[in-house]
Each structure stands twice: as structure tokens, then as C-alpha cells.
């Protein structure tokens, strides 16, 4: 009996990768754009009664990056069209005011709190896609990997070590109950190890091959790495303080006169609740940061990088919303710095711990 055809298809090997850039490129596209703007006074392009919004060209690139995949194939492919589709639909999102608002204002204050938790939902599936590869995959997706192996090595894309990461792939379904499956594993098993697939291997590149980690890891030593991840949560114990001297003097003020008259075309709100629910969470974050900070001082690592991680991810998410809303695209400068102690905290866990 022929087996059920899987709804939509076999998971792709390495989706993570160009998910991850697809996100990338939204993250930069948005970020840039509102910085060019902002740096231009927010120019027009058109005349005569014309406007050509940048939603035109996101649109166009997002046909591109949809096109792509129905006409050619290759990873190099997948790249160029994992990126243009992030470009596209980071131009298109940046634009999201103008249809949410009967006088398509650009400058909606929750925008930009949406843009961002558009940016979180991603993030979000690509963790899922990410911790998914790990998992042990049913046959009929390694068989995909498979052709999909063989397909790179005949553009010259693969390497060794990926060849014979598929062919491990191969050997568990070539042993298993299905014949047919067993029978198509071991004929593509045949043409992984053929000569002719031999020559078109390629020497693995500078990240694969592991001498851009080697490189940044003697350039970043693990004293200096720990060192900046106490100055960085030392930074939110400093900044929790000072959102506490603020809330006590919200406190016993007149809560309307502490919120800045804004200028320019930019919008920001003005009910006092979102700011003191901002300050109320970056105290939070910062007593986490603290606590993580006096940890490592008496050398309780493992427990320090997890509280530290956990504070993190909470500004992150929670803290992050709120900040696009209060400060606009103020936050992205914020955003980006606990991005990179993020980065500096998985790294620092993962070369004490290798195994993790």
C-alpha cells in the first residue's frame, strides 16, 4: 500500500539558515530605513501629485524572492531569495501605519510596537525551526536531504563533511523496515560516494570550517568575554536605578508634566501608564541583572548565565514592545545592545559548557 503523502512537504535541511537570514534582512531594512529617513527629514520620491512609496519596492522584491524558488534551485538560490523576502517584507511592514489609519499616518504610534512584535513572531519560529533540526526526522526527509545533497554537489556547493553528515542520513534509513526506502537510500548512498561527486567537493568555507569562530574566539579570550557580560548587566543594574529614582518621583508629581512635548512629524503617546509600566520592567530587569552580576562575582557561573539570560529575553520581548511604544524607533539602539549581550551570554555557556 503506497504510504500518505505528507500534506505540504519534507522538512528542508538547513531551513534555519535562510530563515535566519530572511530575518536579518527585515531587521537591517527596517532599521535602515527609518534611520535614512530620519536623517533626510523624510523626503517624497515622485512629483506632480505622485508619491512612490518604498511599500512599492518591498512588493517587488517579494515577488522576486517569490519567484526564485519556482524557476531555479540551489542553495545560492535560497540565499538571494531568503533575502530579498526579508528586504521586502521589512519595506512593506515599515509602511503598516498608513493602512491601519483612515488618514495613512506613517507615524501611528503602535507602528513601531508592531513592526517589532512582527520581528518577535519570526524569531519565534525560528527557534522552533531551529530546535527542530535536532530532531530525528522521519525517512522520507532524509531522502529530500538527500537529493538535495546531491543537487549541491553538482553545483560544486558541497563539502565533505556534508556529504557524509547525509550519508550517516542514508545508513539509518537503508537499515530500516520500509524496502522502498531502504532500496532509494542506498542507490543515493551510491552516488554520494561515486567519483564523479567526489571531485566536485569543495573545501569547506571560513565559518563552516570553523577558523571564523577559532578567529573571534582569540580575539574575544573567555576572561574578556566574562568581563563584558558584568559591564553590560552592570549597565541594566544602573539603568534600573535610575527608572526607580523616575517612578518615585512619578510618584509625588504631576504625571503629565514628566512627558516631554514632542516635536517633529514622529508620534508618540502620551497616556502616562505605558512609561510607568516601561520603568516598572526595566527595575524588574535590572534587580535580574543584579543578581546575575553578584553571582558571577563569587564565581556561580552556571546559575548567573541563566538569570542573566532569562533578564534578557524578558526586555527583550516584554521590555522591547513597550520601548518601541514609548520611544519609537529610539528603542533600536537598546534593542540592539541586548541583542548583543545575549549574544555574548550563549556564547560564554556554550564554551564552558561544549556540550550544551
Given amino acids: 500500500m503506497a504510504r500518505r503523502r505528507p500534506l505540504l512537504g519534507s522538512r528542508r535541511d538547513g531551513a534555519e539558515r535562510y530563515l535566519f537570514l530572511a530575518i536579518a534582512a527585515f531587521a537591517v531594512s527596517v532599521a535602515g530605513t527609518r534611520w535614512f529617513l530620519d536623517l533626510t527629514g523624510y523626503p517624497k520620491v515622485g512629483g506632480g501629485g505622485l508619491h512612490i512609496a518604498h511599500v512599492l519596492w518591498g512588493g517587488l522584491l517579494l515577488v522576486i524572492a517569490s519567484t526564485l524558488p519556482l524557476v531555479l534551485v540551489g542553495r545560492r538560490m ?12 521589512g519595506l512593506f511592514i515599515d509602511e503598516i501605519g498608513k493602512f491601519l489609519t483612515e488618514t495613512n499616518n506613517y507615524f501611528f504610534a503602535p507602528a513601531a510596537p508592531l513592526i517589532y512584535g512582527a520581528l518577535l513572531l519570526l524569531v519565534a519560529a525560528w527557534v522552533v525551526v531551529r530546535r527542530g533540526r535536532h530532531g530525528r526526522g522521519s525517512d522520507r526527509d532524509a531522502l529530500q536531504t538527500a537529493v538535495e545533497a546531491l543537487r549541491a554537489g553538482i553545483d560544486g556547493d558541497l563539502t565533505a563533511a556534508q556529504r557524509d553528515r547525509v550519508a550517516a542520513l542514508l ?34 568555507g571560513w565559518i563552516e570550517s570553523g577558523r571564523a569562530g577559532a ?142
Fill in 78 to 89: 535560497l540565499m538571494v531569495s531568503a533575502i530579498a523576502g526579508g528586504v521586502g517584507v
Fill in 171 to 204: 545508513e539509518r534509513v537503508a537499515g530500516g523496515d520500509n524496502p522502498a526506502d531502504a532500496a532509494l537510500a542506498r542507490r543515493q548512498a551510491e552516488l554520494l560516494a561515486s567519483p564523479e561527486l567526489e571531485a566536485r567537493l569543495v573545501t569547506p
Fill in 215 to 356: 578567529l573571534a574566539h582569540r580575539l574575544l579570550p573567555l576572561r574578556l568575554e566574562r568581563a563584558l557580560i558584568m559591564l553590560g548587566l552592570a549597565g541594566g543594574v544602573i539603568t534600573a536605578t535610575v527608572a526607580a529614582l523616575v517612578l518615585v518621583v512619578i510618584l509625588g508629581a504631576n504625571i503629565p508634566a514628566l512627558l516631554p512635548e514632542t516635536t517633529g512629524p514622529v508620534q508618540f503617546p502620551r497616556e502616562p501608564l505605558w512609561p510607568i509600566l516601561t520603568l516598572v520592567l526595566a527595575v524588574g530587569v535590572g534587580a535580574a541583572s543584579g543578581l546575575a552580576l553578584a553571582l558571577l562575582v563569587v564565581r556561580r557561573d552556571g546559575a548567573a548565565i541563566s538569570i542573566a539570560i532569562g533578564a534578557v529575553l524578558a526586555n527583550l520581548v516584554a521590555g522591547g514592545l513597550l520601548s518601541f511604544y514609548v520611544a519609537q524607533f529610539g528603542a533600536m539602539a537598546q534593542t540592539f545592545g541586548q541583542l548583543a549581550l545575549l549574544g555574548l551570554l550563549i556564547d560564554y555557556r556554550s564554551r564552558r559548557s561544549p556540550g550544551r
